[in-house]
T-cell receptor
Framework: DQQVKQNSPSLSVQEGRISILNCDYTNSMFDYFLWYKKYPAEGPTFLISISSIKDKNEDGRFTVFLNKSAKHLSLHIVPSQPGDSAVYFCAASGGRYGGSQGNLIFGKGTKLSVKP | NAGVTQTPKFRILKIGQSMTLQCAQDMNHNYMYWYRQDPGMGLKLIYY???????DKGEVPNGYNVSRSTTEDFPLRLELAAPSQTSVYFC????????????FGSGTQLSVL
């Protein structure tokens, strides 16, 4: 049973427009959420995170929104650039209270293509 | 800073062979992880370690073994390789604090034929 779901395998966006990547989770014990970006033939790299005590975290062109009641988070990229083309993974952690040693549970990823 | 280094980058095994995937980190991180990524799937945790001498199973440990004799190294052993172990393997590490981000190696692409 998937605890972290990314229901869109792919997303295509025009350069300069907004990219919105979505993620849903089922475990209410998750208290920390992260987004990772992965280019082909490379390992994932950390992009941005958010704690469950917040509903928004912003870092430059990247903003993550968390809706705890809906168990939903989204990553907004504005403006999108061709170099943003990559696979984006959503991940969740139970932190100190999840009994999971802080291990991350990953979604299946969304492949973003930003067209010039 | 090298970060997390994985070797080899590519490997082809025959069914029944064994091999060790190497992982080393130079960030003095306590926590180390092995994940596998199958096509179109997310990363699944195989084994993890919270420090030298301490390892524990993740979600998909069958067919694998690990050891952690030093803080720096966390090798993953495949015994009796099977086609189901064809995957991309990622090693990762993080510091002791919860919610610290993971640092990943560049991966090992393994094919079992």
């Amino acid at each position: 049973d998937q605890q972290v779901k990314q229901n869109s395998p792919s997303l295509s966006v025009q350069e300069g427009r907004i990219s919105i990547l979505n993620c849903d989770y089922t475990n209410s014990m998750f208290d920390y959420f992260l987004w990772y970006k992965k280019y082909p033939a490379e390992g994932p790299t950390f992009l941005i995170s958010i704690s469950s005590i917040k509903d928004k975290n912003e870092d430059g062109r990247f903003t993550v929104f968390l809706n705890k009641s809906a168990k939903h988070l989204s990553l907004h990229i504005v403006p999108s650039q061709p170099g943003d083309s990559a696979v984006y993974f959503c991940a969740a952690s139970g932190g100190r209270y999840g009994g999971s040693q802080g291990n991350l549970i990953f979604g299946k990823g969304t492949k973003l293509s930003v067209k010039p | 800073n090298a970060g997390v280094t994985q070797t080899p980058k590519f490997r082809i095994l025959k069914i029944g062979q064994s091999m060790t995937l190497q992982c080393a980190q130079d960030m003095n991180h306590n926590y180390m992880y092995w994940y596998r990524q199958d096509p179109g799937m997310g990363l699944k945790l195989i084994y993890y370690s919270v420090g030298a001498g301490i390892t524990d199973k993740g979600e998909v440990p069958n067919g694998y073994n690990v050891s952690r004799s030093t803080t720096e190294d966390f090798p993953l052993r495949l015994e009796l390789a099977a086609p189901s172990q064809t995957s991309v393997y990622f090693c990762a590490s993080r510091s002791r604090d919860f919610n610290e981000k993971l640092f990943f190696g560049s991966g090992t692409q393994l094919s079992v034929l």
